[in-house]
């Protein structure tokens, strides 16, 4: 009977076993493949990796190599960097903690060694224990909480290892449910019915509600299902689009509920809208996850729901708020949404809260979001075509909603003060770059949009009034990026002076170095519209030495952000960063407007400099100057101008010569000058300033060939007035360009007087002892040169001639020159401009036929003297 019952109850057990197995065969199956040893979740990997560098650490600090100490480190560091996905869901390992605390502990004790007994390390190792000591610093500090945890619990390496192992099981294991639990779920959606064997519970074995809910979801069911929606968010697997469907879907049910769940809804639907949008810079195209709908109009949604959350809020008022700096509720949300509407509806009851509800998030990050995600659209698009300029379109919009934030956080948020001024500080950057004329435009239709009334002053006082507000700032970047834009505005509407006191007062220049990139490109730009402000104002040298070292860089295109050269050295990463830091194509500065402003301002103020100097060619010229004088001087035959340079070439020319007409010929040639507002203006003024450098060219020239000139005929020349020709030549000679030069103001005329070429002034006029031209004094340097030559050689010849011994004996007939080719006549006289004197006569062939008569008859005034014999 025992072993019969025995039998049966293995039986039964077999049985009940079979009919497990059958039952929950699909399960099985799946939980069999999903633990195979073969597979290892990313998780694992992550920290498979972060063990390795942990265990190589170990190891260097055993052998006390400090060198691989410090590269582990990094490598370490670089590992919880990869993982900051897993860190940020689970935490930081047990084991990189503990691997913390025991670099630490080492570092402290081989201090403490080497303080008592100090051994000699190698530079390197040295430098490496200096750098690991900082390196280690904030870490520490920022794992205080769980360092002290450690301390208070320490384990040893296995158990840590154990406990992270059983871990990285439980997640691996979680990951494979909720994988399980979507593809069962979907296979169960295709056959019509419920997956068998898959029954999904969440905590304390509360049921979850699954994604495919949504479609019946109701406005008690639509927290359920936002969680499920955002369990699976981020996933590989999940559809980016579809989950935006599904979010729109829920915000429709959340019409029917409170503005706490439309708000809940919308904080999580707009970053899903951005998860949707791709764009390659590198490759100038846009790509996107979603199949129907193009980036722009994905952006667009996305502006919408922006607007939606502001609107949401302020319908609310003090009820409702998104912050971040508060205390969250702790209360389960569906339990809060009850309280909510209870509240709003004047149903309060005993436990009804008195303070706010808070829905955590940031709107600040939102708006941000929505207003970089614009720009990297601008930057994607073809500038040149009409799909940009409809997209411009959208920026007022934009404006707007900046406008609207930042009414709402005057009102609501005003503890928020640096949020208040990041959102300041972005509808600066919206409107510094624009002229008054279109600002005003967009000023009003803004207040259209926001139903307000309009209080435009003006683009200067509406800049000026908010850059001030934001000088205020604890932050020194938006301090600095407020005081850029507030001084590119002011130069743009040609208030040069206010701009410059600003930058020498704001000491910009000393600390821009110091700064991010997008606010040292920021600086470029305002260098760069301070110069054109100083030329728009005819303060010609101001704005050749303001633009000398942007354009003088041979990088202008790279340092205004607009644009990338075509051959660098850098690696792909670097350029595509670059790449997202160019300005849209409506912000660009005219690079060729810079250039011809530029090349003339230096032209007017060098090209009478090198005339006043005499081609020195010891004084150093402005460097894209000099180039273009060299390549001009290069060419073989100069045809008609073609470009900016040809006519600026030409114009230099034509002012070196004192040709003030034909240069402002080819100045006013230039097309350019189209593009500045009030062209003719600029032009006119441009012509004045050719005619005055022209007159001081003419002066360095010629005034070495004047005894006295009338200041009237000077005016005719140059087409000036008499008062005007009088300015010029006073400001010369106040600052000692004319030395020589008088002015009699009566009779309304300059008198030169002349000077010798050793500095004393001889008479006036031209004549004997005037001022040599340039041609006269190599002329004379020459002579003096040849004169040596010819000494030196003959001194040579004396003395091979005494070396060989030779007499008197080899004198030909009529000697009166003994020796071969020895010296006969003394030196002569000077006469003249200082001739040689004669030499002695010999008719020797290596001496020079008749040379004595003929040195001596060229010296003018030289005698000849007898040789006595040897």
Not at 629 to 638: D, K, Q
Request: hydrophobic share 40%; net charge neutral.
């Amino acid at each position: 009977m025992r072993g019969a019952a025995a039998s049966s109850d293995e039986s039964d057990s077999e049985s009940d076993a079979s009919d497990a197995d059958s039952d929950d065969a699909e399960a099985g199956f799946l939980r069999a493949t999903a633990r195979s040893g073969g597979i290892r979740s990313h998780r694992d990997k992550r920290f498979d990796e972060l063990r390795k560098t942990a265990h190589a650490i170990r190891n260097a600090m055993k052998a006390s190599n400090w060198v691989n100490l410090a590269q582990e480190f990094d490598n370490l560091q670089k590992g919880v960097r990869k993982a900051h996905l897993i860190v940020a869901r689970e935490g930081f390992p047990r084991f990189y903690i503990r691997q913390l605390v025991q670099l630490q502990d080492y570092i402290t004790q081989f201090a403490q060694a080497q303080a008592q007994s100090p051994k000699k390390m190698s530079p390197s190792s040295q430098k490496a224990f200096n750098t690991m000591k900082q390196k280690i610093r904030p870490h520490m500090t920022q794992h205080a909480e769980a360092v002290a945890a450690f301390r208070a619990n320490p384990v040893d390496e296995e158990a840590s290892a154990d406990e992270a192992d059983e871990a990285a099981q439980k997640a691996a294991d979680a990951e494979e449910v909720r994988e399980l639990e979507i593809k069962a779920q979907a296979q169960a959606d295709k056959n019509g019915g419920a997956a068998p064997g898959f029954t999904t519970v969440g905590k304390q074995g509360k049921s979850v509600v699954k994604v495919n809910a949504v479609a019946n979801a109701t406005p008690e069911t639509i927290f359920p299902c936002l969680r499920s929606l955002m369990e699976i968010r981020g996933k590989r697997s999940t559809d980016r689009a579809q989950q935006v469907a599904d979010l729109e879907q829920l915000l429709k049910v959340a019409d029917h509920a409170s503005a706490h769940a439309r708000v809940r809804v919308l904080m999580i639907l707009l970053p899903a809208l951005f998860d949707s949008i791709h764009i390659n810079l590198n490759a100038n195209v846009t790509e996107m996850s979603a199949e129907s709908s193009a980036p722009f109009e994905i952006w667009t949604k996305a502006l919408h729901y922006a607007n939606r959350i502001l609107a949401e809020l302020e319908e609310a008022g003090d009820r409702l708020y998104v912050r971040n700096d508060m205390p969250g509720d702790e209360r389960d949300v569906d339990e809060i949404e009850k309280l909510y509407r209870a509240v709003t509806s004047g149903k309060k009851g005993a436990d009804a809260p008195t303070e706010p509800f808070v829905v955590p998030g940031s709107l600040l990050a939102l708006i941000t979001r929505v207003d970089s995600a614009y720009t990297t659209i601008l930057q994607a698009a073809d500038p040149h075509s009409t799909e940009y300029y409809d997209r411009l379109t959208a920026e007022t919009r934009l404006t707007a909603l900046l406008v609207r934030a930042e009414s709402y956080h005057r009102t609501h948020l005003a503890a928020l003060t640096e949020d208040l001024n990041e959102l300041i500080l972005r509808r600066i950057e919206h409107i510094y770059y624009k002229p008054d004329a279109i600002l005003e435009i967009v000023e009003s239709r803004i207040h259209a949009m926001l139903a307000e009334e309009p209080h435009y002053k003006g683009n200067v006082a509406l800049v000026h009034d908010l850059c001030v507000a934001l000088y205020k700032s604890t932050d020194a970047r938006t301090r600095a990026r407020a005081a850029l834009c507030h001084i590119f505005n002011m130069a743009l509407h040609n208030h040069f002076h206010r701009a410059r006191d600003m930058v020498l007062m704001s000491h910009l220049q000393d600390s821009v170095n110091g700064m991010d990139i997008s606010t040292q490109i920021l600086h470029n730009r305002m260098i760069a519209q301070l110069g054109l402000a100083a030329f728009r104002s005819g303060l010609i040298k101001e704005a050749g030495m303001i633009l000398g070292d942007l354009l003088g860089s041979g990088r202008v295109k790279e340092l205004l952000a607009q644009g990338v050269q075509r051959f660098s050295d850098k690696t792909p990463e670097e350029e595509k960063l670059e790449r997202q830091r160019q300005v849209p194509f409506h912000m660009h500065l005219n690079l060729e407007l810079l250039e011809c402003v530029f090349l003339v301002s230096t032209m007017l103020y060098e090209v009478p400099q090198i005339a006043m100097s005499n081609f020195d060619p010891r004084r150093r010229l402005n460097k894209p100057f000099r180039r273009l004088l060299e390549y001009s001087e290069r060419r073989l035959f100069t045809g008609p101008p073609e470009d900016t340079r040809d006519h600026i070439l030409l114009a230099s020319k034509a002012l070196a010569s004192a040709d003030w007409q034909r240069c402002d010929q080819y100045i006013r040639a230039i097309k350019i000058w189209e593009l500045m507002p009030a062209h003719e203006q600029i032009k006119d003024m441009l012509t004045r300033h050719i005619r005055k450098e022209a007159l001081r060219t003419y002066f360095f020239i010629h005034s070495p060939f004047y005894a006295s000139m009338a200041l009237s005929r000077l005016a005719d020349m140059v087409s000036l007035s008499v008062r005007e020709v009088h300015a010029v030549v006073a400001r010369m000679i106040m600052s000692d360009e004319l030395p020589g030069v008088s002015l009699n103001q009566a009779e309304g005329t300059l008198r030169f007087q002349q000077r010798s070429a050793n500095g004393g002034v001889v008479g006036t006029g031209i004549g004997l002892g005037a001022e040599l031209s340039r041609l006269q004094s190599l002329a004379n340097v020459y002579a003096d040169k040849a004169a040596t030559l010819i000494e030196s050689n003959e001194r040579l010849l004396d003395a091979k001639t005494q070396a060989l011994g030779l007499t008197s004996d080899h004198v030909e007939e009529g000697g009166e020159r003994t020796g071969y080719g020895g010296r006969g006549g003394g030196r002569g006289g000077r006469g003249g401009r200082g001739g040689r004197g004669g030499r002695g006569g010999g008719r020797f062939t290596r001496g020079g036929l008749m040379g004595g008569s003929r040195m001596g008859s060229l010296g003018g005034g030289g005698h000849h003297m007898k040789s006595q014999p040897a």
